[in-house]
Every structure is written in C-alpha cells, then in structure tokens.
C-alpha cells in the first residue's frame, strides 16, 4: 500500500504561481510514477502531467505545457507540481496518483494505483 497527502493548494489570482506537494509514504519503493490530475466542477477528472520515478521523464496536458512543471524529490518521497502562470481555467481539485505497474506513460486514471484526497486550487480573474 501507498498512501499520499497534498497540500499547497489555495486561492491565487490570474498569473500567479504555486507549488503542490504530494508526500507518498508506505511501499513507496514500489512505485513507477506519480502524476497529477485535476477536476473542475461539473467536469471528468483529467491528467494534468506525469513523470517516471525512476528516470524523471514527464509528459504533460497540451493546455498546461510550459506554465506547469512536475517534479520528485526521491529521498523525500515527494511528488511536486509547479504552476506558474495560473489561469482562472485552472481551477479545480488537485490529485496526486501512484502507479506501481511498468504500463509506458500513465496517462490514464486506470493507469494509477494509489490516489491522494486532493487538494483545492482557486484561480480569480
């Protein structure tokens, strides 16, 4: 089991920036990647960015390339997301996924094994 907690979420206003963290504790050794996802209200949850523990290959949402960054801190067990240049758009739940299976580029909620509770990101016009 793996167990994940975010936090850094909050209210911000159009152009600012903030950073999430996701602490992963538990069988962390066995996770491939981590990614984060996101859902607006009245919307499906959908991927935001991805990156491979072991490599730090990520790969990101069209709409969020070059304003938002993933990264881990492997002595910390921590995932990051970076996101610079918030747009009211970006407003939603944050959630930060695990997967321990080797399945290429995780994309895909079914693709993740382990989920934290989210966190709320608040972007004003």
């Known amino acids: 089991q793996v167990q994940l907690v975010e936090s850094g979420g909050g209210l911000v206003q159009a152009g600012g920036s903030l950073r999430l963290s996701c602490v992963t504790s538990?069988?962390?050794?066995?996770?491939?990647?981590a990614g984060w996802f996101r859902q607006a209200p009245g919307k499906e949850r959908e991927f935001v960015a991805t990156i491979r523990w072991s490599s730090g290959l990520s790969y990101y949402e069209d709409s969020v390339k070059g304003r938002f960054t993933i990264s881990r801190d492997n002595a910390k067990n921590t995932v990051y997301l970076q996101m610079n240049s918030l747009k009211p758009e970006d407003t939603a739940i944050y959630y930060c996924a695990v997967g321990v299976r080797p399945l290429g580029v995780l994309m895909t909620q079914s693709q993740y094994d382990y989920w934290g509770q989210g966190t709320q990101v608040t972007v004003s016009s």
């Open positions: 538990g069988r962390t050794s066995s996770t491939y990647a």
